[in-house]
């Protein structure tokens, strides 16, 4: 028997396998009950316009047309259509995402703006039209660019109403208060240690693995995270951002504040 090799690309192994299984059983039963095969033949009249298999009734008919196919590898798993390219599925899936009318062609990610899908089409192009006069850094979105003017402002427009804490993003000020609300929604897979921000779950995995990225550029020392990067360098630049309003000291590092240096600050905050 000659064997025939198929590569097969995103096609679920369970539809395959379930495809390839009919076609043997109607194949053994049309040797087996030949005169089954002629009964069958005289009531068939619908057929499939891509591999002309004949059917007694159209429902029949459009339920094996969703079965996917090699030529047809895509398979929608909420309507069972199926389609021969990538781009056509991603198209077609903005049919069940009707409050998201507008979808991107490349990844099928859909947006209920415009202007989003216009802005998210430069991840794909890497087209950066919005310019940082003062660093030179490039953005793709405008609302990025928005939160990184702040950093050369000072701006910090979004405050905490439980310790009155400042950000210059409002995603940043969200994430803050999962800490005065207790919330971790982020695990890690490895230990299972909860984090109230994504990126502390990132930075707390390089533990597991070991790596350190962020390198000084005075002492070449190493760290896993990039803000303890920013931190240890104001060892070398004897920079003190974070002042305290009670004593007048300076600090590196605005856990200092909090310390026990100063338990009535502590008493004020965490009473």
């Known amino acids: 028997m000659k064997e025939v090799k198929i590569d097969y690309i995103n096609i679920k192994e369970e539809h395959v396998t379930l495809a390839i299984d009919q076609q043997k059983n109607e194949k053994v039963k049309e040797q087996i009950f030949p005169e089954d095969k002629k009964k069958r033949t005289r009531k068939l009249s619908h057929d499939c316009d891509v591999c002309k298999k004949s059917f007694s009734q159209k429902g029949r008919l459009n339920k094996h047309k969703c079965v996917p196919t090699i030529e047809k590898p895509f398979y929608c798993g909420i309507c069972g259509k199926s389609f021969s390219n990538q781009n056509d599925f991603n198209s077609h899936k903005c049919v069940h995402t009707r409050k998201k009318r ?39 979105d405008r609302s990025a660019f928005n939160c990184h003017e702040r950093v050369h402002t000072g701006e910090k427009p979004y405050q905490c109403n439980i310790c009155c804490k400042s950000f210059s993003q409002k995603s940043a000020l969200t994430s803050h208060k999962r800490i005065h609300a207790g919330e971790k929604p982020y695990s890690c897979n490895i230990c299972g240690k909860s984090f109230p921000r994504n990126y502390a779950l990132t930075d707390h995995r390089r533990v597991h693995t070991g790596e350190k990225p962020y390198q000084c550029d005075i002492c070449n020392k190493s760290f896993s995270a990039s803000r303890t990067l920013t931190t240890h360098k104001r060892i070398h630049t004897g920079e003190t951002p974070y002042h305290c309003d009670i004593c007048g000291k300076s600090f590196s590092k605005w856990q200092l504040i909090f310390s026990q240096t100063f338990p009535y600050r502590r008493e004020t905050i965490f009473l």
């Open 102 to 140: 507008f979808c991107c062609d490349i990844c099928g990610k859909s947006f209920s703006a415009s202007g989003k899908l216009t802005s998210h089409k430069r991840i794909h192009t890497g087209e950066t039209p919005y310019h940082c006069d003062v660093c030179g850094k490039s953005f793709s």
